[in-house]
């Protein structure tokens, strides 16, 4: 038994979960975790039925004793020695209580027989009794490894009242439970009575059959969740088939079928999610299982090496029911739902119409070139306005050779196609020798009849046809493809740059870290699978800080570990844990202006700020502020946190009050399906990756939608699942667009 084991991290351990101080008479549910009595009553009175109870850590449901009260549930004795044993460990920082008079002393002694601490005055009593003179007492400075072994191997007795000084010696068949001698002949009368030692030996032999059983059942699951993930591809990818079906019929229409092809596009997204949300809530309840079982082994594990016989008695009924529970789930494997499979039916009907009516005649009109026309919409009919539309007149009779002076009368009229008045914002700026820019802003995209009068005539060809088109990033460069060679990716996750415009990319089922230049050349590299200092497990948060240092989150090993400019091993902080300084399965990655690490702490659902050396300073979050926050920027006086599940962005002050929040799950502007990373660009634009709608939205930072850029599928400006992005000195952005294993560039 290593007792240095125990001694590392033991407040943690004696900790309740709830109200986080040292356990006082730990009682333990049958989902095998242990909280206070006294919490586990004030949960139940709030919270719960009278005859059930559900755990606050796991959620697992758990009965309530037959007598009603919570106080008959299974007290940890486990728990209870690690508590004693604390007390020893801190007895030169903490006076310890006398067992016999309450008498808190530094000078304390502890009876292992008795199980008790007793002061100095009531040791010496203690000792002069004849029926104590076998006892064996230990002042707590002597203490030794050995001795706070045998303070975890101390008998049990038993709990009944008069039975106190009796150690539970007997296992009663017919009840599944231990005794003590009394309790047999009183309780236990004909019953099938077996010594304690022999049942929790065969037991131990029956609980390892057990877990053996139930690790080949685990492995079985997640060989599943596997195939559930091939399938899941499999769907996308017949999505993405189904919609170049799509395509190569509509392609040979006019352009008024474009919303019929986008109602199918849809219908076709529809459906896809549906499919995949089925496989994703199949998946959702067996890795729920898998948690529930991983948890529970570990659990058991970790018990049946350290408990004593009445505990593993107690341990293997406690297993016998979880295990149960979630056999009963267990037909889930055996009948998985298939999805539904779709097709695309030409309409060749309506093919052959247009074809044999043709689509149209060409009227040949007079277009002024828009120098910047920079609208964002679905279409001809609608959109959103980012920046005012111009474009330059010259308003010059080329017929007459006459230039309208400075002090013309210079007027705009702007209609639209069914010569309805639009009621824009119109500039408009003298440039002499008649020349005039003039600037509007419309509220929708489409065409415009532009009318240009001076002096109440009109300028030679008015009124002009200016067409507002969609504004657009353009996709520069792309680099990257799917493999584990230099300069291939498995899902590329964070992304970051530094001052000399390298790109640097954690490449998440690689384990590693790549470095581009601007261009996409490969550099170098950092990092492989494992635990040790500078191997990783699933990277996905990345950033560079001004000191040259390269920061990355390890989810997989919950911690964050920093790196040189070149790559080399620094430090790391942080682990497993739900304190302030600990860290769970962390994601996002940032650095505020004045050089700390906000880190989105995705397992404990918390934003937390720490020092360049990794001192903890401060946390954003708490009882239902997030639900999983995976990235965290600050702009100015903001924090400003994407929370992925509940698809939305969540604004708060330096200090961590909330201010607003906006968005929510959909597809229309504004709406997201798994916010991702953030970015706020050098325009003071704030750009959210929308991973499942496969774009990349552009906001004002008062959460107004601004614009958006790419669509689903793997060309050049098409993305599946971006997850992040980071912006170059030039400002062209740079995206992990991850499902297609690659990075792209865009100005």
């Known amino acids: 038994m290593d007792i240095k084991t125990w001694l590392q991290d033991l407040r943690e351990e004696v900790s309740c979960p709830v109200c986080t101080n040292i356990y006082t008479n730990p009682k333990q549910l049958q989902c095998l975790h242990s909280f206070c009595l006294q919490c586990l009553q004030q949960w139940h009175r709030t919270s719960h039925g009278r ?13 309530v004793p037959e007598s009603g009260d919570l106080k008959d549930l299974p007290t940890s004795f ?26 808190k002393s530094y000078e304390t002694f502890y009876c292992f027989q008795c199980c008790i601490f007793y002061c100095q005055e009531c040791v010496i009593g203690h000792n002069i009794m004849r029926s104590n003179k076998d006892h064996r007492v230990l002042a707590l400075r002597d203490f030794q490894e050995k001795d706070f072994e045998d303070v975890m191997k101390r008998p049990i007795y038993c709990s009944k009242q008069r039975h106190e000084k009796e150690e539970l010696k007997y296992f009663c068949k017919n009840c599944t439970e231990a005794a003590c001698q009394s309790c047999v002949l009183i309780d236990h009368a004909g019953h099938a009575i077996a010594h304690l030692d022999e049942e929790a030996e065969k037991q131990k032999i029956q609980m390892k059959s057990l877990i053996e059983t139930k690790k080949s059942d685990l492995r079985e699951k997640i060989n599943i969740v596997g195939q559930l993930d091939e399938d899941y591809a499999k769907i996308i990818q017949r999505g993405e088939d189904l919609k170049r079906e799509v395509q190569e019929f509509v392609d040979n229409l006019f352009t008024t079928v474009e919303a019929k092809k986008q109602a199918i596009y849809e219908a076709v997204e529809r459906e896809t999610r549906k499919s995949l949300e089925i496989i994703a809530g199949q998946k959702t309840q067996i890795e729920r299982q898998i948690m529930v079982i991983e948890s529970s082994l570990e659990k058991a594990d970790k018990l049946m090496i350290r408990s004593t016989n009445a505990q593993v008695v107690q341990l293997m009924k406690s297993l ?50 828009a120098s910047q026309s920079v609208a964002e919409g679905k279409g001809l009919e609608e959109g959103f306005v980012n920046h005012k539309a111009q474009f330059t007149l010259t308003t010059r009779d080329a017929e007459r050779r006459q230039c309208y002076n400075e002090d013309d009368h210079v007027t705009v009229e702007i209609t639209d196609e069914h010569g309805r008045e639009c009621m824009t914002e119109v500039q408009i700026n003298d440039n002499k020798d008649g020349l005039y820019q003039i600037s509007y802003s419309p509220r929708v995209l489409g065409r415009f009849k532009v009318t240009v009068k001076v002096n109440g005539h009109h300028v030679q060809n008015s009124p002009f046809n200016v067409v507002v088109k969609q504004f657009q990033f353009k996709a520069v460069l792309s680099f990257g493809k799917e493999g584990s060679s230099v300069g291939m990716f498995r899902c590329p996750w964070g992304v970051a740059v530094n001052a000399r415009d390298e790109i640097a990319v954690t490449d998440l089922d690689n384990h590693r870290v790549q470095i581009f230049n601007k261009n996409g050349d490969y550099l170098k590299s950092f990092g492989r699978e494992g635990d040790k200092a500078g191997e990783f497990k699933y990277p996905r948060g990345i950033a560079f800080h001004d000191n040259g240092n390269i920061f990355v989150s390890d989810p997989g090993n919950n911690r964050i570990q920093i790196f040189s400019g070149e790559g080399q091993y620094v430090g790391t902080f942080g682990k497993k844990g739900n304190h302030d300084s600990r860290l769970n399965s962390p994601w996002g990655l940032s650095v505020d202006s004045d050089g700390n690490i906000i880190v989105a702490d995705t397992g404990n659902k918390m934003i937390k700020v720490f020092s360049s050396d990794g001192m903890f300073l401060m946390k954003i979050g708490g009882q239902g502020a997030f639900t999983c926050p995976i990235h965290c920027v600050q702009y100015e006086t903001y924090l400003i946190v994407s929370d992925r599940n509940e698809h939305c962005i969540k604004v708060y002050d330096r200090k961590g009050n909330f201010q607003y929040k906006f968005g929510k799950r959909g597809g229309g502007y504004g709406e997201f399906y798994n916010s991702g990373c953030l970015l706020v660009d050098k325009s003071g634009d704030l750009m959210v990756c929308d991973s499942y709608n496969h774009r990349v939205q552009v906001f004002e930072l008062n959460g107004k939608f601004f614009s958006k850029f790419g669509t689903e599928g793997g060309n050049l400006g098409e993305f599946y699942g971006p997850r992040s992005l980071a912006d170059l000195s030039t400002g062209r952005i740079v995206v992990a667009d991850m499902d297609n294993n690659r990075i792209q560039i865009f100005e």
């Open 320 to 369: 016998g029911t979880i295990f149960q529970r979630v056999d009963q789930d267990q037909l889930l494997i055996f009948n998985l739902i298939k999805p539904p499979f779709s097709a695309f039916v030409e309409n060749q009907k309506l093919f052959n119409t247009v074809e044999a009516e043709g689509i149209g005649s060409l009227r040949v009109v007079h277009q002024t070139k």
């Open 78 to 103: 486990y728990l209870n020695g690690l508590i004693d044993v604390l007390a020893i460990k801190e007895c030169k920082n903490s006076r310890v209580p006398c067992g016999n008079c309450d008498k």
């Open 51 to 63: 005859d059930t109870i559900r755990c606050p850590k796991c959620q697992a449901l758990n009965k």
